[in-house]
């Protein structure tokens, strides 16, 4: 069950919330822009490892490097945390559009795998990318609805994903699709 402010609302509830932001943002797009900020923090002494805070004085999170990269392996790496941002922004886009759609969705498993040759980002090769070459998004979606409804669903998460869309130009993006249907 999704949560609001702390309650958990319905999927009624989740549409409803979704219509009246997109109805104000079309009446007065700048109501649609905004900006993100986030602080992150390496100390001489702690490593590799990072803490960083949302809206300095929101949430933090500490980051740290493998102990195969330099760090202790004490909290996820940045591309752990990289990948689990696009998993669960296209896991709550399928949610959020399944409810703007009134398409039944029961749970939504989205699996990353992103693919790399070390040797661009130790400067070892020009041929080899810095960064990833190959993302591979798989998406399990449990549910009783048709399948070109949730078909629809995943390609309106896919396609307005924003962390899909902050990936470089050159990833290419590989997508995966099945359905569960949920155990009665």
């Given at each position: 069950m999704e949560r609001l402010c702390g309650k958990a609302v319905t999927e009624a509830q989740l549409r409803d919330l979704y219509q009246r932001k997109a109805r104000a943002i079309a009446r007065r797009p700048g109501f649609g822009a905004g900006s993100g900020r986030t602080r992150v923090t390496l100390?001489?002494?702690?490593?590799?490892?990072?803490e960083a805070e949302a809206d300095p004085g929101g949430t933090s999170q500490l980051i740290d490097a493998t102990s195969a990269d330099g760090g202790d392996?004490?909290?996820?790496?940045?591309?752990?945390?990289?990948?689990?941002?696009?998993?669960?922004c296209?896991?709550?886009?399928?949610?959020?559009?399944a409810a703007r759609r009134e398409v039944s969705l029961d749970a939504v498993v989205v699996e990353i795998t992103a693919e790399y040759d070390d040797r661009g980002a130790l400067g070892l090769s020009a041929e080899a990318p810095v960064g990833w070459r190959r993302l591979i998004v798989?998406?399990?979606?449990?549910?009783?609805?048709?399948?070109v409804d949730l078909r629809e669903v995943l390609a309106l998460a896919l396609r307005h994903s924003p962390m899909l869309a902050n990936l470089a130009?050159?990833?290419?993006?590989?997508?995966?699709?099945s359905v569960v249907r949920p155990s009665r």
């Amino acid at each position: 069950m999704e949560r609001l402010c702390g309650k958990a609302v319905t999927e009624a509830q989740l549409r409803d919330l979704y219509q009246r932001k997109a109805r104000a943002i079309a009446r007065r797009p700048g109501f649609g822009a905004g900006s993100g900020r986030t602080r992150v923090t390496l100390r001489s002494d702690a490593g590799l490892r990072c803490e960083a805070e949302a809206d300095p004085g929101g949430t933090s999170q500490l980051i740290d490097a493998t102990s195969a990269d330099g760090g202790d392996g004490s909290a996820p790496s940045p591309a752990d945390l990289l990948r689990a941002s696009i998993g669960a922004c296209v896991a709550m886009g399928c949610r959020i559009w399944a409810a703007r759609r009134e398409v039944s969705l029961d749970a939504v498993v989205v699996e990353i795998t992103a693919e790399y040759d070390d040797r661009g980002a130790l400067g070892l090769s020009a041929e080899a990318p810095v960064g990833w070459r190959r993302l591979i998004v798989a998406v399990a979606l449990t549910s009783e609805a048709l399948e070109v409804d949730l078909r629809e669903v995943l390609a309106l998460a896919l396609r307005h994903s924003p962390m899909l869309a902050n990936l470089a130009p050159a990833i290419v993006q590989v997508h995966g699709f099945s359905v569960v249907r949920p155990s009665r």
